[in-house]
């Protein structure tokens, strides 16, 4: 049963019939904005430019050299400004520590891509994951997008997956086997303050809350199989999406609007992501190319992104799920990939591939995956808060 349930939570459900052919992905990058990091003095100036230039490289819309259309300049821990192309942004921070001056470089490069973008920058957001440190192993992490800072979140010797943000930003939903039983629970990123979402008959797993904060997807067995509800926080009621006897539901994600739930069902034998009206309660099968279709995350702009089994490897997909498969295209190249979760900016999603973790750029003529850190360890289920 143990195995039965891990198994289900990663949507890894069946064996892959006949696949579409592979696709392969090339990316050569775009023309990008030199920026010339300029600071110097103060405290930790080696900090902040090393850190300044790692996010606005992860952007894909600047790269750091000599000579740049814009210039950063100043003193980190007093005003540093960033000057060219047309905008001005200046910045002011206390600075007491290496810490402290990677916190003010983030915050400089998202004002500077918002300036030259108007898009919303992603540096000060954070990423949970998952370590697995041994079959029953797994604890949970979480740093920032350039792979620095990074902090354990639990310590239980106990398995941890599936975290989610919720929409306040600081707090942390996941299934956890402290119990033994899969279970839900809420996690205080800011105090560690952990506590039981609700206690089922059964195993609950997949817990997302929606973009109101007031309710959340959830997985239950205790009707029977893993089906989709939607759990009331203030009244503590659930209703039922789904009606599937002989299938399984799981990793659930609401469309921005708060309307849609995307899941994963294994319905036909293999695993295919659907979409439910919470109206209505009607579902509608979403993919069908591929062998397996897993890991669906729904970003903020409304476009979906998951992973995809074809020709036996995993590709990371987009699509408007508005438009349908059509639209859908792949974002990498085939390998191990899993668990993708979009940014804020609507253009990177954060995935795991051979026990690490990656950013990956979805423009078309975007960036090649780029690894979050080097550090040894399992490392999986990334979720970017946003």
């Known amino acids: 049963m143990r195995q039965f349930v891990c198994a289900l ?8 019939f006949a696949a579409a052919p592979t696709v392969h992905v090339k990316k050569e990058g775009a023309s990008r904005v030199v920026v010339s990091v300029e600071t110097a003095g103060g405290t930790s100036a080696a900090a902040y430019n090393r850190t300044l230039q790692r996010n606005l490289e992860l952007t894909g819309y600047f790269q750091v050299g000599p000579n740049g259309q814009i210039r950063v300049t100043g003193t980190p821990g007093g005003t540093v400004t960033a000057t060219g192309a047309g905008k001005q942004v200046t910045l002011s921070a206390a600075v007491t520590d290496d810490k402290s001056a990677r916190m003010a470089a983030r915050q ?27 079959p029953d192993n797994a604890e949970l992490y979480m740093c920032f997008p350039d792979g620095y800072d990074i902090r354990q979140l639990t310590s239980d010797k106990r398995a941890a997956v599936g975290p989610r943000w919720a929409p306040n930003k600081n707090d942390i939903y996941y299934t956890g086997f402290l119990q033994r039983t899969p279970l839900v629970y809420r996690l205080d990123a800011a105090t560690g303050r952990r506590s039981l979402l609700a206690q089922f008959k059964g195993l609950a797993t997949g817990a997302a809350v929606s973009p109101d904060g007031k309710s959340c997807a959830i997985v ?48 036909t034998r293999h695993p295919q992501i659907y ?24 970003g903020a702009d409304g476009m979906l992104t998951w992973c995809t089994k074809r020709g036996g490897q995993n590709y990371v997909a987009v699509m408007n799920p508005a438009q349908g498969e059509s639209s859908a295209r792949l974002v990498t190249d085939g390998g191990t990939w899993e668990h993708p979760s979009w940014a804020a900016d609507g253009r990177h999603v954060v995935a795991s591939r051979d026990k690490a973790l990656f950013i990956v750029d979805t423009a078309p003529d975007g960036d090649r995956p780029t690894r979050l850190f080097a550090n040894g360890g399992n490392w999986m289920n990334p979720a970017w808060c946003r």
């Open 9 to 16: 939570i990663v949507c890894a459900v069946a064996s892959a």
């Open 108 to 134: 400089m490069s998202d004002a500077i891509v918002e300036a030259h973008t108007g898009a919303r920058g992603f540096a000060t957001d954070r990423i949970a994951f998952v370590n697995r440190k041994g």
């Open 220 to 267: 239950l067995s205790y009707q029977g199989n893993p089906e989709l509800y939607v759990l009331d926080f203030a009244t503590k009621r659930v209703a039922r999406m789904t009606r599937t006897q002989s299938a399984s539901e799981a990793s659930p994600c609401w469309s921005p609007d708060g309307r849609q739930i995307a899941y994963v069902s294994d319905e």
């Open 275 to 298: 979409v439910v009206d919470v109206a209505t309660r009607k579902s509608r099968r979403i993919t069908n190319m591929g062998s397996e279709n897993t890991n669906p995350d729904w």
